[in-house]
C-alpha cells in the first residue's frame, strides 16, 4: 500500500510538473459576452494584467499576433506591467556603482514597453496601474522610475487612466464609460485587508454616470461587492494569477494576501447590488493574467487573453461562449 502510495504521488508531481512548464509558456483566449439597453453599438475589448515583463516569443510577437487577430476597438491593460523587485534591484544596482539615481535606461522595463509600443499601433490602448506600477510611486527612493514608467507609456501611445474616465471608443457614441480606479496601497495590504466604503470610492472617482454602461477597470478584485454598490456594470480585474494553481470546481489555490482558497481567483463573477433605490447586476471579469513574479508558477493554469464583447440588448448574436482553448506558446 505504501508503495501504491509514492507511485501515485509520483504520478500527480509529474503531472503538476509537466503543466507547470506547459502552462508557464502558453496563454488562451477566453471570450464574455455582456448585453445592456444602454450599450448602444457593439464594442469589442482585450483586456490583459500582470504580465510582470513576461515575453512570449520575441518581443511578445505571440501576443501581438494573437490580440491583432481579435480586431478588438481597444486594449484595456489592468497593471502590473512591470516587477517592482526588478525595478528596486536595477536601483540597488545603481547606488553601488555609484550612478546617479534619474530612473534613466528603460530595461527593467522593455518587454512591457515594446508590447505596449506595438499593440498602440493596432488600436487605441488604456491602462490603469497595479501595485508594483503604485510602489514606484508610494517608495520615494524610486520615484523616478515612476515618471520614467510614465513618460515612456505615453510616449508609445498609452492612454493613462488614474482615476479619470473616457467614452469607449472614444466620440463613438456607443454609450460605454470606461472608468480608471487606482487605489492607494493601503488597500493591497498582506494578512489584512483594508475596508474600502462606497464613500472612500466616490471621493475618489466621483459618482457614476448612470445614463452609460460603466465599466471599471481596477487591479485589485478583492472590493468587487464595492464596485458594485458604486454602481458599475462591469469590472476588469487582475492581481490574482487565477490563484498560481487551479483545480477543478476549486478553482484558485493561492489567493494575494495570502491566503488559500480566495474567493475571487478567474471567470465571471456577478452581484447583485442597490445603486440609486432599484436594484443593480454587476458583473466582473477576473483575468489569470499573463506573467508571473515572486512565485513563478501556473498549474493548470495557462496565461490569459479575455476578449470581451459589449453588445446593444436588442442585437442578435451568435451562440456560444466560453474559453477559445488553442493554447499559444512562447
Known sequence: MIVLIIKILA?????????????NRCFVVRTYRLRSSRIKKPVKLVFIADLHEKSYGKDNEKLV???????????????????????????????????????????????????????AQICPVFFAEGNHELRLEYYEELNAYDD????????AGVRMLYNG???????????????????????????????LTEEELRGMIGEPDRSRYTVLVSHIPVYFPTYAE?????????????????????????????NL??????GQY???AQTGGKKHLSSMVLTCGLGMHTLPIRIFNPGEISLVELLPADLEQEEGNGPEQNNSCD
Not at 456607443?174 to 488597500?187: A, C, F, R
Not at 462591469?234 to 484558485?252: D, E, K, T
Not at 482558497?261 to 478567474?266: A, E, K, L, Q, T
Open 270 to 272: 456577478f452581484y447583485s
Open 230 to 258: 458604486w454602481g458599475c456594470d462591469l469590472c476588469l480585474c487582475g492581481h490574482v494569477h487565477g490563484g498560481l494553481m487551479r483545480l477543478p470546481v476549486i478553482g484558485g489555490v493561492m489567493g494575494t494576501r495570502p
Open 65 to 119: 499576433e494573437k490580440i491583432k487577430e481579435l480586431a478588438p476597438d481597444a486594449v484595456i491593460v489592468g497593471g502590473d506591467l512591470v516587477v517592482y523587485g526588478q525595478v528596486n534591484r536595477h536601483y540597488e544596482k545603481s547606488l553601488k556603482s555609484g550612478q546617479k539615481n534619474d530612473g534613466s535606461g528603460t530595461d527593467w522595463m522593455k518587454h512591457s514597453l515594446s508590447l505596449m509600443k506595438r499593440l
Open 11 to 23: 504520478v500527480l508531481i509529474a503531472v503538476m510538473v509537466i503543466s507547470m512548464i506547459i502552462d
Open 261 to 266: 482558497f480566495p474567493r475571487y481567483s478567474c
Open 165 to 195: 474616465a473616457v467614452e469607449l471608443p472614444e466620440d463613438s457614441g456607443s454609450g460605454i464609460l470606461l472608468q480608471g480606479l487606482e487605489l492607494p496601497m493601503k488597500y493591497y495590504r498582506k494578512f489584512r485587508r483594508t475596508r
Open 148 to 155: 520614467k514608467f510614465r513618460e515612456e507609456m505615453e510616449k
